[in-house]
Nanobody, 122 residues
Framework: QVQLVESGGGLVQPGGSLRLSCAAS????????MGWYRQAPGQQRELVAR???????NYADFVKGRFTISGDNAKNTVYLQMNSLKPEDTAVYYC????????????????WGQGTQVTVSS
């Protein structure tokens, strides 16, 4: 089993910053990529940012220049630094790991965290 534990969400004023963390543990054979998705009420889940095991990154257009994703391969941890937050960034943020675990071997599988609430409001 692969477990993803997220932390760092909360309430912040517009223009403020938050840093999300996600640590992966369990029986992980390999990681292709880790990333962050978000889902606002009544909306579909959408990609925010993603980083591959080779440190290639991609971002949704709506966060470019404001959010930065980084990873620590040794710790199987991914971070999302969120700056210049806007009310429209309010959502539940989910950590994603695309990789091979003992329960999915030999196939790639998408694992998800429980989600952490980010609320941007004055």
């Amino acid at each position: 089993q692969v477990q993803l534990v997220e932390s760092g969400g909360g309430l912040v004023q517009p223009g403020g910053s938050l840093r999300l963390s996600c640590a992966a543990s369990g029986s992980i054979f390999s990681i292709n990529a880790m990333g962050w998705y978000r889902q606002a009420p009544g909306q579909q889940r959408e990609l925010v940012a993603r980083i591959t095991s080779g440190s290639n990154t991609n971002y949704a257009d709506f966060v470019k220049g404001r959010f930065t994703i980084s990873g620590d391969n040794a710790k199987n941890t991914v971070y999302l630094q969120m700056n210049s937050l806007k009310p429209e960034d309010t959502a539940v943020y989910y950590c994603n790991l695309n990789g091979i675990g003992s329960d999915s071997y030999p196939r790639l599988y998408d694992y998800w965290g429980q989600g952490t609430q980010v609320t941007v409001s004055s």
